[in-house]
């Protein structure tokens, strides 16, 4: 996983349209946990276009539920029901 001390200084990430599956997004979720302190400055998560699904969604929930900071997601035709997101 990716690791660097200006990780912890993540405000915005946008990767709309970079083709990410729910693979990429159990990735991700794994990289910020193993990066906790980039839970706290990280506000805005943009993953809209890409083929997430409902497959992803527990992986997302992760990321939701530790990102204390977070205060916008954008997910637009990701085919997510954010139901699962927020349970």
Known sequence: YF???RIEQLVSLDLS???IT???ISH???CL???SSSYKSLSSLTLSHNAIGVEGS?????IVERAIGLTT????????????ILE
């Open 33 to 35: 946990i193993s990066n």
């Open 3 to 5: 690791t660097s001390p």
């Open 58 to 62: 527990a992986d997302l929930a992760k």
């Open 28 to 30: 991700l979720a794994n």
């Open 73 to 84: 997601l954008r997910l637009a035709n990701t085919k997510i029901k954010v139901e699962f």
């Open 22 to 24: 729910a693979i990429g």
């Open 17 to 19: 349209g970079c083709g």
